[in-house]
């Protein structure tokens, strides 16, 4: 069991017989009332977000997820296709359920996947990736002042904003959490 009250992004619970995964929480206390905690929570199975009000220090049960390393294979449409490291065998994952990391995925790329019991719930993407910039606009000589940045479109298909200076052919570090540039490799 966890508190409502040590909540942290990231940690997983089970609620209403469903495992969820905590996106964003926040603490907030009105005049003459109980502490709540407002929550976002994203299913781990269907891909859905609820936004879920608790009361401060209410006990929920916390789920402890196994982990195992995978190589994701290959997309075809809205399925992606995976192997265990240890096992070689296949699997695939639907666009729901990788979320927003899917944008992410290059092929080859070692990530672990999170298992409840028997059942696979999704994947963990590294923290950061390197991506190769297919397209952006050129930077304007001399627009560096404003600390300005312009949108790239990453070898995956995501588009992330970048800084002026970052041309076609760059490789970018992505924080694969908020989807941002890191830095140019």
Avoid at 30 to 48: D, E, P, S
Avoid at 59 to 65: A, D, Q
Avoid at 66 to 83: I, N, S, V, W
């Amino acid at each position: 069991m966890i508190s409502t009250n040590d909540f942290f992004i990231g940690v997983t619970i089970e609620v209403d017989g469903e495992v969820y995964q905590v996106i964003e929480f926040l603490h907030f206390k009105t005049a003459q009332r109980q502490a709540l905690v407002r929550t976002k929570l994203r299913n781990l199975r269907t891909g859905a977000v609820l936004e879920r009000t608790f009361k401060a220090g209410e006990k929920v049960k916390r789920v402890y997820l196994d982990k195992r390393e995978a190589q994701y294979l290959y997309r075809d449409g809205d399925t992606y296709y995976f192997m265990d490291n240890e096992t070689y065998e296949q699997f695939a994952l639907s666009g729901e359920q990788l979320g927003e990391g899917a944008k992410f995925l290059k092929e080859n790329m070692n990530l672990q996947v999170l298992f409840y019991g028997d059942q696979i719930l999704g994947v963990e993407l590294p923290v950061t990736v390197e991506l190769k910039v297919v397209q952006t606009e050129p930077g304007i000589r001399g627009d560096t002042v404003s600390g300005g940045s312009k949108p790239a479109v990453l070898e995956t298909g995501a588009v992330i904003q970048v800084p002026l200076f970052v041309e076609v052919g760059d490789v970018v570090k992505v924080d694969t959490r908020e989807g941002t540039y890191v830095e140019r490799v």
